[in-house]
């Protein structure tokens, strides 16, 4: 069944200030010309939203354009470990808003396929380091599962990781700092001391910049909390499990991506790439980032708390 042609925002508007004016939905229907109950839809969107603009549709219409897939298939053929997490966050990078499952159904279509990889101990004895957790699947075609793209290599003593903390604003990335032994409040409160007003330096921050952190207990204890106000730091208020409002995971998605692929062979390069590239950054990427934070936001209300395609 075709769609009803979608009533003009101009046309929205006049419906919700003749409503606000106090007029009835008959007195509305017919000032407007439209019908009682499309004028009924139109101010009961304006009450619960408090707006006339077309908000993010539930689920997740956006179609996979020819561009979109043509990206999806170089993407996997050059690491078939990609998940399909990444692949969504990827497009959503370029404006293309579709569900996880929707790309393992495009890339199914075209023969690609996500399998549990075969596993070959490597020839070497040389160790293998890793930023993240290694993928249980890889897309691959039907009759290609020991071509080595798709095998996933093991080693004995095989493992490695490190852990990062980092800032930007929308101007350019900020300091990256390389963790070592435990995290916990007073390990945070160094790194803090040591890196977010060299950072608000560095960016040339205004005075009234705020600090941004999820609610981690290590950012949110006592004694942090503390810290924060003796030294004079705002922070804003953040709700709980609130991944998708939180635009650095973008960048940690980005930086995950080309530090695997300059393939470090040990822990010391991999603090290495991570500091390398975190500086390249480019910073229209971070500003881009931030201008689309509003729109992260309605899609947030939109879904009621519920997950997004940021």
């Known amino acids: 069944m075709p769609r009803s042609k979608e009533i003009q925002k101009q046309m929205r508007k006049k419906v919700s200030e003749i409503y606000q004016s106090g007029k009835g939905y008959k007195a509305i229907s017919k000032a407007s010309g439209l019908p009682r109950t499309t004028v009924r839809a139109i101010i009961y969107k304006w009450r619960k939203h408090g707006t006339v603009e077309n908000l993010p549709r539930s689920g997740w219409p956006t179609k996979i354009t020819p561009r979109a897939q043509r990206q999806l298939i170089q993407e996997v053929t050059k690491d078939p470990t990609t998940t399909s997490k990444e692949l969504q966050a990827s497009l959503a990078s370029v404006k293309v808003s579709v569900h996880d499952s929707t790309i393992r159904k495009r890339l199914g279509k075209n023969g690609l396929h996500g399998r549990v990889p075969r596993r070959k101990p490597l020839l070497s004895k040389k160790k293998e380091h890793k930023g993240s957790s290694v993928s249980h699947y890889v897309w691959r075609k039907s009759n290609t599962a020991f071509q080595k793209k798709n095998i996933i290599p093991t080693v004995k003593y095989g493992g490695g990781s490190v852990m990062v903390w980092g800032c930007y604003a929308a101007s350019e990335p900020g300091r990256l700092a390389v963790i070592n032994g435990t995290m916990n409040s007073a390990v945070y409160q160094k790194i803090l001391k040591e890196n977010v007003r060299p950072s608000v330096s560095d960016l040339k921050l205004k005075r009234t ?83 689309s934070y509003g729109k992260r936001l309605i899609a947030v209300v939109a879904a009621k708390g519920g997950p997004t395609s940021y």
């Not at 609610?215 to 922070?235: C, F, Q, V």
């Open 209 to 291: 910049w705020v600090l941004q952190q999820d609610n981690d207990p290590k950012h949110t204890s006592k004694s942090t909390s503390e810290w924060l106000k003796k030294n004079k730091i705002k922070t804003l208020e953040w709700p709980s499990q609130s991944p998708d409002l939180n635009p650095i995971e973008m960048l940690w998605h980005d930086l995950k991506k080309v530090v695997h692929a300059r393939k470090p062979s040990n822990v010391a390069e991999l603090q290495q790439f991570c500091k390398d590239e975190w500086a390249k950054i480019p910073p229209q990427r971070c500003n881009r980032l931030i201008a």
